[in-house]
């Protein structure tokens, strides 16, 4: 079974993020491999270490400027076998459609050396949070959606996946190949141990550009970005804050505030 | 401006129109031409009649059973109703975010989720929405003749229009593609009486503090006429199931009032409910982080403070 799984590589959550001209400003300095990510990278290590050794394949994937790198650098740490990296200027400024086509070239790429079984994502990016690309990129490379899986099983060329939605908790399957994105719930992931962290250094991470995969320039990046940023600031803190240690009395003030702002 | 057409994807439980509809054709009447999209069985004359107080004209109907449960199947099929519609509108939720996705994709449409607002400005829409756990105000220009927008609850107040409209019935026959997914089982989630958490107009959320005890914060929210949420912490823990999670993996919240119970305030948690009217924390731990984003905080035992500010509301509407 060979799989691939895509990683973002995003600004740290407890790093001072921001935008510059209209992007998600990222730096090698406080940028890192997207956390939900640890949980795409678990469910494919997950189940190449259910299969016998030698049948399983993990290929870690990621788009964007030099420092993007860092991310497939973290999942071969975690212990997949292969990284890639599509690093093209033309695709600054892509919107999900431009990155999910990005994405598909690249799978039909990495197919090119046989059959990919799975393509794993997490369920969002914790800078955009949209949750748009597992299914633009399902769509894309036109194979089955199970998107928010809280659990994945693979059996008999069969994907099955339990999904927590607000109304119900859904049992979903469909037959392989499969796009899956897992949720935080889908497992604990693992740290990379010192073992691991040796043996990456040695693991080469191949680059492609957009011309090594087959895509035209003009169907990506900013030009063919069908939403444009045009303004993004800092929202200013919370003015009046007040904070006070419970004497006794810190219900009842709790109560006088909100009785004063009308919520209670 | 009236010629633009806005169509509306109507969320409703059963037969019951949920309020962020409402404010999500509030929002539409102010882009153009409303046209609601409702998805299921031909809905009931008083909810029709609904639609039409908030400005529908038309209320078109499109059936496609348990297939509204794929998103490739309810991408087609909104789709199919809303091919001469200039705006797409639905309510943010995980389920709508993949149907406008496909729906984009599908059409060559601009898609912006989350969205806060919109407004026509020079024939586009432009959106604004808050990003990075509500710190950042963003702007956004949908660049495509058509455009696809997923409205947060509780981010414009769902008003009826001045003129009820008598919305006209039309019947949709959706064109629907294969479908590889199979639903194996469905379990509905038992619904806890009152509103929906991402709806709720008050969420009262409980954490580590608690203990796993939420006795305290369903009185208080059940004082407040709110909704009971919960941090990562206490749903891992099994002390409160999953759909109270408030944070950026589980439901984001943007309630007037937010009172956070015992909760320290990780950034996973604030991501989503920072962006609420006014926050109240209550934490034993004065160095909490909840306390850098709380109007007002207090540092002590919820066993404490919660008993006596509901005995003090109380108190306060006996007058």
Aim: with cysteine.
């Amino acid at each position: 079974m060979r799989i691939v799984v895509t990683v973002k590589f995003v600004p740290d959550l407890q790093s001072q993020r921001s935008f510059t001209d209209g992007t998600v400003t990222r730096t090698a300095e406080d940028g890192t491999m997207n956390e939900l990510d640890e949980n795409a990278v678990e469910a494919a290590l997950q189940l190449r270490e259910s299969l016998p050794e030698g049948e399983g394949e993990v290929y870690a994937v990621t788009v964007g400027g030099a420092d993007a790198v860092a991310a497939v650098r973290k999942a071969l740490q975690l212990g997949v076998d292969h990284a890639v990296h599509v690093s093209d200027e033309s695709i600054a400024g892509s919107d999900v459609f431009g990155t999910a086509r990005v994405l598909a070239a690249a799978v039909h790429q990495i197919e090119k050396d046989g059959p990919v079984d799975l393509v794993i994502t997490g369920m969002a990016a914790l800078d955009g949070l949209t949750s748009m690309l597992p299914t633009a990129l399902a769509a894309e490379l036109d194979i089955a959606q199970l998107t928010l899986a809280s659990s994945l099983t693979v059996a008999d060329g069969t994907a099955t996946i339990e999904r927590h939605m607000a109304d119900a908790h859904e049992t979903v399957t469909a037959p392989l190949p499969a796009l899956v994105s897992v949720t935080d719930e889908a497992n604990k992931p693992r740290y990379p141990n010192f073992k691991l962290i040796m043996a990456a250094r040695s693991k080469p991470v191949t680059t492609w550009s957009l011309s090594d995969i087959g895509v035209d320039p003009v169907q990506v990046g900013a030009m063919a970005s069908r939403t444009t940023v045009i303004d993004a600031s800092p929202r200013p803190p919370r003015q009046n804050r007040v904070t006070v240690t419970d004497k006794g009395d810190g219900g009842t003030q709790l109560a006088a505030f909100l009785v004063e702002r009308g919520l209670a | 401006m009236t010629d633009v057409m806005v169509a509306v994807l109507v969320e409703h439980r059963g037969n019951e129109i949920a309020q962020p509809t409402l404010e999500t054709l509030t929002l539409a009447r102010s882009l153009g031409a409303p046209v609601a999209v409702w998805m299921g069985d031909q809905p009931p004359a008083d909810q029709i009649e609904r639609l039409g107080a908030y400005g529908a004209a038309e209320v078109r109907v499109v059936e496609v059973g348990d297939g509204a449960r794929h998103a490739v199947t309810a991408a087609a099929a909104v789709g199919s109703a809303t091919a001469d519609a200039s705006v797409v509108l639905m309510v943010s939720t995980f389920a709508n975010k993949e149907i406008a996705t496909r729906l984009a994709l599908a059409t060559g449409a601009g898609v912006v989720v989350d969205a806060a607002g919109a407004q026509m400005v020079n024939g586009r829409v432009e959106t604004t929405q808050t990003v990075f756990a509500a710190t950042w105000d963003v702007r956004t220009r949908v660049n495509a003749d058509k455009a696809v927008v997923t409205l947060r609850p509780n981010t414009t107040q769902a008003l009826p229009a001045e003129t009820p409209a008598a919305p006209e019935v039309v019947s949709v026959i959706p064109l629907l593609p294969e479908v590889r997914e199979s639903m194996v089982s469905v379990t509905p989630v038992e619904r806890e009486d009152g509103v929906p958490l991402s709806e709720a107009p008050v969420v009262v959320s409980g954490g580590r503090g608690t203990g796993g005890d939420y006795t305290l914060v369903r009185e208080l929210a059940d004082v407040l006429g709110g909704a009971v949420g919960a941090s990562r912490d206490a749903t891992d823990e099994g002390w409160i199931s999953h759909e109270h999670m408030v944070g950026q993996t589980g439901v984001t919240v943007t309630p007037a009032l937010y009172v956070a119970c015992g909760i320290s305030g990780a950034v996973h948690h604030r991501g989503g409910m920072q962006a609420s009217g006014t926050i109240v924390a209550v934490n034993i731990d004065p160095d909490a982080p909840i306390f850098e984003i709380a109007d007002f905080g207090v540092v002590g035992d919820l066993n404490d403070v919660i008993p006596q500010a509901i005995a003090a509301i109380k108190a306060h509407r006996q007058g």
